[in-house]
């Protein structure tokens, strides 16, 4: 951990315990409130395709899609703003 850093391995670990606490309530929200509610969902169409149907068959895709992205992001963001970030050179040296 950077010495320059204020902040601990407790912040760090809370954060990095928050971010996964929000991406894993999107994903389960997204994939069993979602279906619960799949025949009120499908009053609403998008596309043509009833919106019950259209969220499982492509929005939940992208949607963990989305949800990949943004842990990663915000989590290498954690890691710089606490100082814990992996040197990319030595990531490199380690590929060969």
């Not at 315990?17 to 999107?26: G, H, N």
């Not at 979602?34 to 499908?42: G, I, K, P, Q, W």
């Not at 149907?53 to 842990?71: D, E, R």
Request: aromatic share 16%; hydrophobic share 50%; proline share 4%.
């Amino acid at each position: 951990m950077n010495t320059n850093s204020p902040s601990t391995p407790r912040s760090y670990w809370r954060s990095n315990l928050l971010l996964t606490a929000v991406v894993l309530a999107i994903w389960f929200s997204t994939s069993f409130v979602a279906a619960f509610y799949a025949d009120e969902l499908n009053q609403f169409s998008i596309f043509g395709f009833p919106l019950g149907f259209y969220i499982f068959a492509q929005g939940s895709v992208l949607i963990y899609l989305v949800l990949i992205l943004v842990h990663v992001l915000v989590l290498g963001w954690l890691d710089h703003r606490h100082g814990v970030a992996e040197d990319p050179s030595r990531a490199r040296e380690s590929l060969h």
